[in-house]
Nanobody
Framework: VQLQASGGGLVQAGGSLTLSCRAS????????TGWFRQAPGKEREFVSA????????IYADSVKGRSTISRDNTKNTMYLQINSLIPEDTAIYYC???????????????WGQGTQVTVSS
């Protein structure tokens, strides 16, 4: 399974951004998926996750209430919309997928290459 993240960029504080992650390869429609981010000098941290059937969604406290995770299995694509962006959201955002597990763990089987999000104050 290959994951391709996109949609990052430079955004002013208070703005919004929608990240996309497209999966390709075998069994891509039955993967639980998630978003993580890593800021310079910091460890990779969990952002949000969604089950393969979209019935389960979880968010980190840092983005809860201002972000929405979703997916379109017909397009093998997962999305993360973040509103009211703050400079602390600046990081490389990675998407990840797992055939069985779901949640905030970092042991996902498959990882994308990351997309840079920079929020200016």
């Amino acid at each position: 399974v290959q994951l391709q993240a996109s949609g990052g960029g430079l955004v002013q504080a208070g703005g919004s951004l929608t990240l996309s992650c497209r999966a390709s390869g075998r069994t891509s429609s039955i993967l639980n998926t998630g978003w993580f981010r890593q800021a310079p000098g910091k460890e990779r941290e969990f952002v949000s996750a969604i089950t393969w059937d979209s019935r389960g969604k979880i968010y980190a406290d840092s983005v809860k209430g201002r972000s929405t995770i979703s997916r379109d299995n017909t397009k093998n694509t997962m999305y993360l919309q973040i509103n009211s962006l703050i400079p602390e959201d600046t990081a490389i955002y990675y998407c990840a997928a797992d055939r069985t597990s779901y949640g905030s763990m970092t042991s996902y089987e498959f990882w994308g290459q990351g997309t840079q999000v920079t929020v200016s104050s």
